[in-house]
């Protein structure tokens, strides 16, 4: 027995020795221990830990017994048993809770948890600045409120041209004691116009308030604003007002028409300078265009403040260095405007328009590729661009030449005033182009809109007095067609093309720039002045709708805008704005050959004979019998071929002769009578057959 106890204390120590060795074989440092992860349970089947005995959670009946916890205040008994309800107890209420046993802070470290932000009371000092910051930034967003809103008084503004259409600018303000109009221009006909050169406005309305109307008010000096001044003049006479250039240019009209008396009536004004006129007061700010001496107005009225923009751009790098008097536009702003007026033209063109001056150094790259001579066209009131052309060709040693009537009087008249500084050595007559290599010659001439009488058109007809064609010639054409004019332009490129020169036109990026304001410049000029009111002028009504949409995106209240067309009378006051009534409009044909009117019977004979031909009737009746003596002489054009003639005379003296032998007493009582019968009968027997509606013109003669 003692040998049995013996070997197995032997084999349990050889056991215990060999677990020992293979302890030491593990061969690897004693690591620290990890730190207990606070969230992992514990195992239970360890019994120590370094010594320090850890003990397991109870259990009763397999269920585990956990502490009691702490919720709110109140602890909450864990049930031993599933059939056994939680039962509340308050005999560890008031025992402290050891705050190391908190779960520790998840964004980092074992820090409590950041208390919810709970804001303090404002102070009274707080509310007060919050108020007036308030109460400071809606006056300066909305200047207009320091108008008087009790006040009774209102203005009306009648559009009578340049709505609907690009030119032919023509306004009517007036309050219930005076008037004044803004511009008086012309526009351009379309290609159903026949043997008309320009429209103006209709008078009818001016005629209708000639008793109040106390001036006429000069913008700026382009055609489309004052070319109807002197076909207004021959019917009404009025003081008119504008810058020196504008009233220049309309003095050089007054002498093509014979009215040069009328000068006595002009008014020259100074900038940043108020006038009175009538109940008005007016202003003159400087503004940037395609032309010199363009302006906006102020205008007071006893309502309220008006801006009217006229055509403007804002142009930082204008040729002349006089930028447009933002300072101005600012400060009648600050002070409140009731509504503001602007141009519309480019109202679809995101950004900027660009600078005038971008244009010259396109010339230089157009002026080192020329090898011959350099003829460009532009619009004639356009100074600013002919005068970089003509400063490149005096660098490049060319002579220049000026060609047609409205570019000759233009430049001469801004020499004479100071705006061209030129020497007259470096000018040419057109006679003395032929004396000068081809290499030193600039040619400067009108037609860049194709039209059929100017210089360049004649030029490419080969019809031209001194200037003929050459294939080493290179013409710039800086402009873009007017819309209406798209047709004239494209015909006139044809025939430059086929003359063989080189055309300068749109294959260059800034050949040309527009004079208009763009999208950015808009938004510029509605937060400068931040008018209650907005009424998009100068353009088609696709123009003034983008305009409009620009407007609300600057803060304007869309119930304050309203968009008019020519005719629409819209009353302003303090607390509205609405349309009253449509006055008389329309346009005028005028023939530039004679500076005479087309009547309107005679344009629309044009056009009924361009697009339906005509049929002349010419026969002999008894005077007794009223019988035909002899055959009709019948003849048409414009309706059916030559070849087709004959037989279409012979079917109409067929008719006449049916007609004659059949007719009533009352049908042939006098030859106006027979004379409406045959052209009625004519002209159904001419919709029936051929489709078309042609003039018929019956001549009568009794035997």
Same mark, same amino acid.
């Given at each position: ?57 109870? /259990? +009763? ?8 916890? *702490? !919720?709110? =205040? @109140?602890?909450? &008994? ?75 008084? /209102? +203005? ?8 609907? *259409? !690009?030119? =032919? @600018?023509?306004? &009517? ?531």
């Amino acid at each position: 027995m003692e040998n049995n106890n013996e070997n197995n204390n032997n084999e349990a120590k050889a056991v215990e020795k060999t677990s020992e060795e293979k302890k030491v074989k593990r061969d690897r440092p004693d690591r620290p221990k990890r730190a207990g992860n606070p969230h992992r349970k514990p195992k239970t089947n360890q019994a120590t830990v370094e010594g320090n005995k850890l003990e397991t959670e109870p /259990k +009763v009946n397999g269920n585990v017994i956990r502490p009691n916890k *702490e !919720i709110n =205040g @109140n602890k909450k &008994v864990t049930p031993t048993n599933p059939n056994q309800k939680p039962q509340h107890s308050n005999q560890n209420k008031n025992k402290p809770q050891n705050k190391h046993n908190k779960k520790p802070n998840r964004n980092g470290g074992g820090g409590r948890r950041p208390k919810k932000f709970v804001p303090g009371p404002m102070s009274e000092a707080m509310k007060v600045s919050l108020a007036e910051n308030e109460a400071m930034n809606d006056a300066r967003m909305n200047p207009w409120k320091q108008i008087n809103m009790d006040n009774k008084n /209102k +203005v009306r503004f009648t559009p009578l041209g340049g709505l609907g *259409e !690009i030119g =032919g @600018n023509m306004a &009517v303000m007036e309050d219930d004691e005076c008037a004044f109009v803004i511009d008086v221009g012309m526009s351009f006909p379309d290609e159903t116009m026949h043997g008309v050169d320009i429209l103006v406005p209709d008078f009818s309305y001016l005629h209708a308030i000639k008793d109040k109307i106390v001036a006429v008010i000069i913008t700026h000096a382009h055609e489309d604003h004052i070319g109807a001044v002197p076909y207004l003049f021959k019917e009404l006479q009025f003081p008119i007002w504008g810058t020196p250039l504008a009233l220049a240019m309309i003095e050089n009209k007054f002498q093509e028409h014979g009215l040069i008396e009328n000068v006595k009536l002009f008014n020259y004004v100074t900038k940043r300078t108020q006038y009175d006129i009538g109940t008005f007061k007016l202003e003159w700010m400087h503004n940037t265009h395609s032309i010199i001496d363009a302006c906006s107005l102020a205008i007071e009225s006893k309502v309220g403040t008006f801006i009217h923009t006229a055509d403007f751009k804002v142009d930082h790098t204008p040729i002349d260095n006089q930028t447009m008097d933002l300072q101005r536009f600012a400060h009648y702003g600050a002070k409140g405007v009731l509504c503001l007026f602007s141009d519309s033209t480019n109202s679809h063109n995101p950004g900027y328009t660009k600078s005038e001056a971008v244009v010259g150094k396109t010339f230089d790259t157009l002026f080192d590729l020329a090898k011959g001579r350099v003829l460009m066209s532009t619009f004639s009131s356009n100074t600013h661009r002919v005068y970089q052309a003509m400063e490149r060709g005096i660098a490049a040693g060319r002579k220049i030449c000026v060609i047609g009537r409205s570019m000759e009087r233009n430049i001469e008249t801004t020499r004479r005033l100071g705006y061209v500084d030129l020497a007259d050595k470096h000018f040419i007559d057109a006679h003395e182009v032929q004396k000068y290599p081809e290499d030193q010659v600039l040619i400067v001439t009108t037609g860049s809109q194709g039209e059929a009488m100017a210089a360049l058109s004649r030029m490419a007809a080969n019809e031209h007095r001194h200037v003929r064609l050459k294939p080493s010639d290179t013409i710039i054409i800086s402009a873009h067609a007017i819309p209406g004019n798209e047709g004239s332009v494209s015909s006139l490129m044809n025939k430059l093309v086929k003359a063989g020169v080189t055309v300068r036109y749109k294959d260059f990026e800034n050949i040309h720039v527009s004079g208009h304001a763009s999208q950015g410049e808009q938004q510029l000029i509605l937060r400068l002045i931040q008018p209650k009111f907005f009424l998009p002028v100068h353009g088609e009504y696709n123009h003034i709708y983008k305009h409009s949409k620009t407007a609300i995106d600057c803060g304007v209240d869309p119930r304050n805008i309203l968009l008019m067309s020519d005719g629409d009378q819209i009353e302003i006051a303090t607390k509205y704005l609405k349309k009253v009534k449509t006055v008389k409009t329309g346009k005028s044909y005028i023939d530039n050959q004679n500076n005479k009117e087309i009547k309107h019977d005679v344009v629309e004979d044009r056009q009924k004979l361009a697009s339906d031909g005509i049929v002349n009737i010419a026969m002999q009746l008894n005077k007794e019998t009223k019988k035909l003596i002899g055959k009709a002489v019948i003849s048409s054009s414009g309706l059916v071929p030559e070849k087709e003639g004959k037989r279409f005379a012979h079917e109409i003296e067929n008719i006449i002769d049916t007609f004659l032998i059949n007719a009533e007493e009352k049908q042939t009582a006098s030859p106006k009578i027979i004379q409406e019968n045959i052209s009625s009968i004519v002209r159904k027997f001419v919709v029936r057959t051929k489709r078309r509606y042609p003039i018929i013109t019956p001549v009568i003669f009794m035997a």
